[in-house]
């Protein structure tokens, strides 16, 4: 079975601090792919990045970037300059599906995320 | 492009009573899905359809059920409803390119009395 687990519940930092959000997984799958999600107060999830198992680049998009390490199972996310409006629940998923239409997120519980301006 | 839409925003039941969630994807996208998130369980998947067909089914009882149009929007119905049902519904769409993600809409809040 999957399982995704995100260890750190609540995070706060100074705004323009540097922060990264942990997150491990299990699987016996050997493709599947491993997503990011930001929950603002509005409530809706809002997708950051999807990354395949057979991919281990890091990514960076402005000032988020993502370190996957296969070896260590983890998939963690750093903000760079961090700011007010990052504040937010921040989600990692894993999918073990490959087939097109046929694709189940496990979440991990979520990181709440505070910047202090 | 407009994002995912759902009605409606938010639903007072009481229980015993049923409801039906909509979800409009992302114009071209042909694969809904729908989460259940709860304080107390997180974010759970309900089920998947694409093409008007169930494609997979979380761990909820018989009571959740959904469909999927031609069109492919897509309603959920939870009949009897419980007080463990209160959640926030969130629906989401995929494209047909397998690499992008999934885009979720924000969700139908119900609170079940």
């Known amino acids: 079975a999957q399982k995704v687990t995100q260890a750190q519940t609540e995070i706060s930092v100074v705004e323009k601090e540097d922060v990264t959000l942990d997150c491990v997984y299990e699987t016996r799958d050997t493709t599947y792919y491993l997503f990011w999600y930001k929950q603002p107060p509005s409530g809706e999830l809002v997708f950051l990045i999807r990354r395949n198992s057979f991919d281990e680049q890091n990514e960076i998009s402005g000032r988020y970037s993502w370190n996957f390490q296969k070896s260590t199972s983890s998939f963690n996310f750093t903000i760079t300059a961090s700011q007010v409006v990052d504040s937010a629940v921040y989600f990692c998923a894993l999918s073990e599906s490959t087939n097109f239409g046929n694709e189940k997120l496990t979440f991990g519980t979520g990181t709440r995320l505070t910047i202090i301006p | 492009k407009a994002g995912v839409t759902q009605t409606p925003r938010y639903l007072i039941k009481t229980r015993g009573q049923q409801v039906t969630l909509s979800c409009s994807p992302i114009s071209g996208h042909r694969s809904v899905s729908w989460y259940q998130q709860t304080p107390g369980q997180g974010l759970q998947f309900l089920f998947e359809?694409?093409?008007?067909?169930?494609?997979n089914k979380g761990n909820f009882p018989g009571r959740f059920s959904g469909r999927q149009f031609s069109n492919s929007r897509s309603e959920m119905n939870v009949s009897t409803l419980e007080l463990g049902d209160s959640a926030l519904y969130l629906c989401?769409?995929?494209?047909?390119?397998?690499?992008?993600?999934?885009?979720f809409g924000p969700g139908t809040r119900l609170t079940v009395l």
């Open positions: 989401a769409s995929s494209p047909i390119i397998a690499e992008a993600g999934k885009f």
């Open positions: 359809y694409f093409s008007e067909t169930q494609r």
